[in-house]
């Protein structure tokens, strides 16, 4: 029997082109995917890919099958759509993925969603922003909560055809997190970030995009920190804040849980870099009201946790995108 997963790296193949472009948008690496499309030939009996080229390139059998992928997983989903539908009420079991700072922020309202639908259950993982999108484009999970540093994943989604639909949840700013007793965490001084700078400052490591955001806004105020200490994890990072050994700029979501033990102050104005944080769905799956019902949540969810700057859902409908599947703003 053909795999439905590896239906959907044929597809996705078909659609890029090469092994590494597929890989790329998958969140894959480049070998992975190879296998994968090696075990489908197996499967089907026959070459799919001839990688005798100087790329690999799909057979007049993988074309064929290709084609057939794309009918059949749209079938698959419009079943699964069309059944749920069907319900009077929303059930079944709906996989979620989220990062960290996320899933303790959202996770409340996703409970409470669950005890207003009691035949529904949720699965709710932590894991990073890219590999959410890829379990959410390759159909490992329903809805992943993502964050982009970028400002660019609706355009980039967009720009992926119509197999995702993505809704802006809040605008997450950086803020300065200083121990309690810091004498800049008095909320009655301004926040000068130039007498901080021989501080002990925290932050990510090297090349994550928080520290790269943490790097370009102190460099933008000529704040260079003499010693960087360097730690994995932004809630590990607030716990050390919260210990005296060290200050830190975070995004707020991932200092909420811990406001009683250091002190948040606001950036200058004009020093107001953010985060954006998604919910993405498969285009055809936000149909389902059990589906529906988690993206309702996580936008209600939103609207009560600041800084937030709504918007709606964007997705390759256009900037626009579908109605909301709680019944529209």
């Given amino acids: 029997m053909l795999d439905l997963h590896r239906l959907r790296l044929l597809r996705e193949f078909a659609a890029r082109g090469s092994i590494a472009r597929t890989a790329a948008v998958l969140g894959y690496t480049p070998s992975a995917v190879s296998q994968q499309l090696a075990a489908l030939e197996r499967e089907a009996g026959t070459a799919l890919l ?3 080229a100087r790329r690999a390139e799909l057979t007049d059998a993988g074309r064929r099958l290709a084609g057939h992928a794309e009918r059949i997983l749209a079938m698959v989903e419009e079943a699964e759509t069309d059944l749920s539908t069907q319900a009077q009420e929303p059930a079944g079991r709906v996989m979620a993925t989220a990062f960290p700072s996320a899933a303790v922020a959202f996770a409340p309202a996703l409970a409470r969603s669950l005890r ?22 390759s159909g490992e999970v329903d809805v992943a909560i993502v964050d982009d540093w970028t400002s660019r994943l609706a355009e980039e989604i967009e720009l992926g055809g119509s197999i995702l639909t993505c809704y802006h949840l809040i605008r997450d700013q950086l803020v300065l997190v200083l121990p309690r007793a810091h004498p800049a965490a008095d909320p009655g ?17 090297a090349g994550e995009p928080s520290r790269q955001a943490v790097d370009r ?7 260079v920190p003499p010693v960087l200490s360097e730690f994995e994890g932004m809630s590990t990072i607030t716990s050390l804040v919260a210990r005296g050994i060290g200050i830190a700029i975070l995004p707020r979501l991932a200092v909420a849980a811990a406001e009683r033990r250091v002190a948040i102050r606001d950036l200058p104005h004009g020093l107001d870099l953010a985060r ?33 700057e709504a918007r709606g859902p964007q997705g390759a409908q256009g900037a626009q995108g579908p109605k ?6």
């Fill in 50 to 52: 001839d990688r005798s």
């Fill in 116 to 137: 207003t639908h009691p035949r529904l259950t949720l699965v709710l993982r932590q894991t990073p922003a890219r590999e959410g999108l890829r379990q959410v484009r």
């Fill in 189 to 205: 001084e301004p926040v000068d970030l130039r007498a901080l700078r021989h501080e002990p400052w925290l932050a990510a490591p």
């Fill in 217 to 223: 806004l102190l460099a933008a105020v000529g704040v």
């Fill in 276 to 308: 954006d944080i998604h919910a993405v769905a498969r285009t055809a799956s936000v149909r389902r009201p059990s589906v529906a019902v988690i993206v309702t949540a996580l936008r209600a969810a939103a609207k009560a946790l600041p800084p937030q």
């Fill in 324 to 329: 909301d599947p709680g019944g529209g703003e």
